[in-house]
C-alpha cells in the first residue's frame, strides 16, 4: 500500500541495507532474488490501480509487458507435481512441473513415460549458494549431480535432454562481487568476472557431464534470462522445433 512504500523504499536505500544484501550469500540469507526488483518498483506497485482488473483488454500493450514482467519475476519454489497444456501455433505441448527439492525428487518417477523432452533449469547464481536441505553442499554441485542423474535415467533414454542455465541478468552482477575461481568446486575458472567465460565455463561443464552419459547426441546448453521475453521466447521457438523434428523421426519421417 502506498503508505508503506515510503519508509520501506527510504529504508532500502540505506548503506547498511545494501551492505546487508551485496552479503547475502555470505551470510546465508535465505532470500528471493527478484526481492531487489519489487523494492525498486514499488511505487508503481503501491498505486491504488495496480493490477486493479484481470482483464486483458482493458491494458496497453506497455502496460501488458510490464505486468507479466512483474509476474514472471514473481517465481514460487515448486511443491508437488504441475502439469499444464499449452497450444503453441497450433501445437498442443504437455508440461509437467518438479520441485527440485530433495523431497520432491521421488516424484519424479512416476511421470517419466512417454516424455519427448526433459528441460532442466539451474540458476547460473547457484555457485554461490548453499543448498537449502544442509550447510555444506554447493546448489550448483548438487545440480550438475541431479543433471547427471535424470540425464543418464533408462526411463528417458529417448527424450531430449535441454538444459536452461537461467537468472543470467543476476548471475552477471554476482559474479562482479563474488569470484568463481574462490569456490573450491569450480577453482579451476580463471575467466575472473567476465560474463561471457563465466557462462561458458558453466556451459561447459554440464556439457561434459551429459556426453559421458550421452556421448552420441548433440547437446547445447541455453543461457536465458526469463524475464527477458524478447530473447527467451527465441530460446522456446528452438526447443519447440526440435521436440516436433524427433518426433517426426521417431516416427520414420526425415528432416
Not at 519424479?108 to 547457484?126: E, G, K, N, P, Q
Not at 537468472?167 to 563474488?178: N, R, T, W, Y
Request: charged residues 30%; glycine residues 4%.
Amino acid at each position: 500500500t502506498q503508505p508503506l512504500a515510503a519508509p520501506i523504499s527510504k529504508l532500502w536505500e540505506d548503506p547498511e541495507i545494501q551492505k546487508t544484501w551485496l552479503a547475502r550469500f555470505d551470510t546465508r540469507i535465505d532470500i528471493a532474488e527478484s526481492f531487489s526488483y519489487f523494492v525498486k518498483h514499488l511505487d508503481r506497485i503501491a498505486q491504488p490501480e495496480y493490477l486493479q482488473t484481470a482483464d486483458d483488454t482493458e491494458f496497453t500493450p506497455e502496460q501488458l509487458k510490464v505486468m507479466y514482467t512483474d509476474i514472471v519475476h514473481s517465481d514460487s519454489r515448486t511443491s508437488g507435481v504441475l502439469t499444464d497444456i499449452y497450444n503453441v501455433d497450433g501445437q498442443f505441448f504437455e508440461i509437467i512441473d518438479f520441485g527440485g527439492q530433495r523431497s520432491e525428487r521421488r516424484k519424479w518417477i512416476r511421470c517419466f513415460d512417454h516424455v519427448s523432452a526433459v528441460i532442466f533449469i539451474a540458476a547460473l547464481t547457484d555457485y554461490v549458494k548453499l543448498a537449502a536441505e544442509d550447510d555444506t553442499s554447493n546448489r550448483m554441485v548438487e545440480a550438475m549431480k541431479v543433471f547427471e542423474e535424470v540425464a543418464s535415467n533408462e526411463h528417458l533414454a529417448g527424450a531430449q535432454m535441454q538444459l536452461f542455465l537461467n537468472k543470467s541478468d543476476q548471475f552477471k552482477e554476482v559474479i562482479k562481487e563474488h569470484d568463481i575461481a574462490k569456490v573450491e568446486e569450480f577453482k579451476d575458472y580463471a575467466g575472473g568476472a567476465n560474463f561471457d567465460e563465466a557462462c561458458k565455463y558453466f556451459q561447459a561443464r554440464f556439457n561434459d557431464i551429459f556426453q559421458r552419459v550421452r556421448p552420441d547426441e548433440p547437446f547445447e546448453p541455453y543461457v536465458t534470462c526469463a524475464t527477458d521475453a524478447s530473447k527467451f521466447h527465441v530460446v522456446i521457438d528452438n526447443l519447440k522445433k526440435g521436440i516436433l523434428v524427433e518426433n517426426l523421426r521417431k516416427h520414420g519421417v526425415d528432416i
